[in-house]
């Protein structure tokens, strides 16, 4: 069954709004991580936090990690029309390995207007 | 290189016929990993390598899908008697530890 759940499904805001989307999940994990997916292409890694951690930036991201609730969110700050994209949060089995396969959520669209 | 390739962008295959997909990682990642994407959602894990050797391969449908990754050669996806259900784009991605790096995908199409 599908290890995480983002939600909204699809979000379209104006840009220059900020952009937030939740994931679910329902394992122990080991890492979380969020990708961008632009029509046609494949995965692009956007960020990744531990499951011992609770916050991590990275330029206009915001990630935050509950591990007590099993979800995550990623905000996007100041969007601008080249976030329109898909986003997916990932994550991999708590067993330790760098090759445990990811399992991803079913992604959340986001429409950035003009 | 510093893009994981894929081979071919496109592929075309009547029902029962094999499909081979292929992979260039990036030099250096010892991890590859497969997915499927059906209808452009959701991403199925199918098999892992650590350098040859295969890791996890719980998502393979193994009466027909087999996978290798042998040294000094492209990695490659094998689809034998291919199924309409199997239409979907296949993803290659590597990884030198955690974060995962992705190919542009191969479309395949089963008529």
């Known amino acids: 069954s599908q290890q995480g759940e983002e939600d909204p499904q699809a979000l379209s805001i104006q840009e220059g709004e900020n952009a937030t989307m939740n994931c679910s999940y329902k394992?122990?994990?080991?890492?979380l991580q969020w990708y961008r997916q632009n029509s046609g292409r494949g995965l692009v890694h956007l960020i990744l936090i531990r499951s011992n951690e609770r916050e991590k930036h990275s330029g206009r991201l915001r990630v935050t990690l509950d591990t007590s609730k099993k979800s995550s969110s990623l905000l996007i700050t100041a969007s601008r029309a080249a976030d329109t994209a898909s986003y997916f949060c990932a994550t991999d089995a708590d067993s330790g390995g760098g090759a445990d396969g990811l399992t991803f959520g079913k992604g959340t669209h986001l429409i950035i207007q003009p | 290189g510093e893009e994981v390739a894929q081979t071919p962008k496109h592929l075309v295959r009547g029902e029962g016929q094999k499909a081979k997909l292929y992979c260039a990682p990036i030099?250096?990642?010892?991890?590859v990993f497969w997915y499927q994407q059906v209808l452009k959602n959701e991403f199925k894990f199918l098999i892992s390598f650590q350098n040859e050797n295969v890791f996890d391969e719980t998502g393979m449908p193994k009466e027909r899908f087999s996978a290798k990754c042998l040294p000094n050669s492209p990695c490659s996806l094998e689809i034998q008697a291919t199924k309409l259900e199997d239409s979907a784009v296949y993803f290659c991605?590597?990884?030198?530890?955690?974060?995962?790096?992705f190919g542009p995908g191969t479309r395949l199409t089963v008529t």
């Open positions: 991605a590597s990884s030198p530890s955690w974060e995962q790096y």
């Open positions: 394992t122990s994990i080991n890492n």
């Open positions: 030099k250096g990642h010892s991890y």
